[in-house]
C-alpha cells in the first residue's frame, strides 16, 4: 500500500487525501476526501495516512450503495474523529506517553518512565530502516513468504477489526 502518495503538505501541516472510488459513482459519490493529518512530520504523517486508508477501505468495504456522498463522507469523518478521539484520549489519559500504557507507568517511577518513552521514540525511529530491510527480505522472491506471518497478521487483523480471510479479495489486499 503506497499510502505516500495520499499525503499532500500544506505550509507547515501534511493533509490525507483520499479519491472516493469510480464503483461509488453510480451512489452521486465523486471526487475526494481531505483530511488534516494535525503534523508537520513526514514520519507521523505517513503513518496516520497508512492507518486511515486502511481504516478507508474496510469502511467501502462495509458500504453500502444506498448511501449519499454526505452520508458516505460523514461516515469517513466519524471513523476519522473516532481514531482521532482515542489516540487523544490516550495521550491524556497517560498524560502524554505514546507508547506506555497506563498501569506499566504506575508500575515505574515517574522519571523512568520519562526516560523508557523517550529511548523507545528514539529506537523507533532508529530501526525503522533496518525494520524495513528486514521486512522487503521476508517479502521478496527469496523470502519464506506471506504464510510465515499468517499469526501476526491475523491478529492485526482482528486487533482493527479487518477481515483478512485470504479467500477473498478484500482480505488477501488487508493481509
Known amino acids: ?10 505550509g507547515h ?3 490525507f487525501r483520499f479519491r472516493w472510488p469510480t464503483a461509488l459513482a453510480a451512489c452521486q459519490i465523486s471526487g475526494e476526501l481531505i483530511v488534516s493529518l494535525k503534523t508537520g512530520d513526514y514520519r507521523c504523517a505517513l503513518h496516520r495516512a497508512r492507518v486511515l486508508r ?12 444506498s448511501k449519499t456522498k454526505s452520508e458516505a463522507e460523514g461516515l469517513v469523518r466519524q471513523w476519522i474523529d473516532a481514531c482521532l478521539w482515542r489516540r487523544e484520549a ?3 489519559e497517560t498524560d502524554g506517553f505514546a507508547f506506555l500504557e497506563p498501569d506499566e507507568i504506575k508500575r515505574m517511577d515517574r522519571q523512568d518512565a520519562i526516560e523508557l518513552e523517550a529511548l523507545m521514540r528514539v529506537t523507533d525511529r532508529m ?3 533496518e525494520q524495513k530491510a528486514k521486512i522487503a527480505r521476508a517479502f521478496g522472491p527469496d523470502g519464506p513468504g506471506f504464510e510465515a506471518f ?8 482482528r486487533a482493527i ?6 479467500e477473498t479479495a478484500d482480505g488477501r ?3
Do not use: K
Request: proline content about 4%.
Open 1 to 10: 500500500m503506497a499510502s505516500s502518495r495520499y499525503l499532500r503538505r500544506r
Open 13 to 15: 501541516t501534511w493533509f
Open 54 to 65: 486502511l481504516g478507508l477501505e474496510s469502511l467501502m468495504s462495509r458500504f453500502t450503495p
Open 90 to 92: 490516550h495521550l491524556a
Open 127 to 129: 530501526f525503522a530502516g
Open 150 to 157: 499468517d499469526g501476526i497478521v491475523n491478529a492485526v487483523g
Open 161 to 166: 477489526d479487518v477481515p483478512v480471510d485470504r
Open 173 to 175: 489486499f488487508y493481509a
